[in-house]
């Protein structure tokens, strides 16, 4: 273990509000007032803290006194995996491409998506605001009528998946994130919210780590 960088010994203390506390290189958040959650963001949701408009958010899925925000976004007719909290270094590790935290991606086609198709999306298709690629796209299930793939992105960028399967020929019926870097979305219900174990935010900055 380390603190500033510095290896710890044996009755050396940190300062939960303002020391750097690493094991195996990975950020220990030891911040009382820090807080993480998994929301299973519902279709028909804007992810952002309010709307002028009135339409739902995702902040209306939180119940906590602490002022916390999503991290990164997800398309309003997007479901699954969004992270709520007020860690603003995890927030930036989590939404900067540099750092490389891979998103996974489910999407229910209703036509067949064929190998060339993944192919090209791992190539890089040109969008109207430059190009971008899958770091993988893979066949989960597939008929004569429609398709059930699994893309990973590390760029978040504003509806880059749809418009890189419309690029390629395809709309999804439906598009579910399943994983942000190693924390899975699992059986949390839509419109759930649960709070992340130490643990899990410990392996969040091990992907994070540059």
Do not use: C
């Not at 209306?60 to 709520?84: H, K, N, Q, S």
């Not at 893979?138 to 004569?144: A, C, G, Y």
């Amino acid at each position: 273990m380390r603190v500033n960088g510095r290896t710890a010994r044996l009755g050396d203390r940190a300062d939960p509000t303002k020391d750097l506390v690493e094991v195996d290189d990975s950020k220990v958040p030891v911040d009382e007032a820090l807080v993480y959650y998994l929301l299973n963001k519902p279709l028909a949701t804007l992810t952002t803290a309010s709307d002028p408009q009135g339409r739902p958010t995702v902040m209306d899925f939180v119940d906590t006194p602490a002022r916390v925000w999503p991290v990164g976004r997800l398309d309003y007719d997007t479901e699954g995996a969004l992270i709520i909290t007020n860690d603003g270094d995890l927030t930036q590790r989590l939404t900067h491409p540099r750092f490389g935290v891979p998103k996974t991606y489910v999407a229910y086609i209703n036509s067949r998506v064929s190998r060339r198709d993944l192919a090209v999306l791992q190539r890089g298709v040109e969008l109207e605001d430059g190009l971008a690629k899958a770091t993988s796209a893979r066949l989960l299930e597939s008929t004569s009528a429609a398709t059930l793939i699994e893309l990973e992105l590390v760029e978040g960028r504003n509806r880059q998946v749809r418009r890189m399967l419309e690029a390629v020929g395809h709309s999804p019926a439906r598009l579910v994130r399943v994983a942000i870097g190693p924390l899975m979305l699992g059986h949390l219900k839509p419109a759930t919210l649960r709070r992340l174990a130490p643990a899990e935010v410990q392996t969040l900055y091990r992907a994070a780590r540059t």
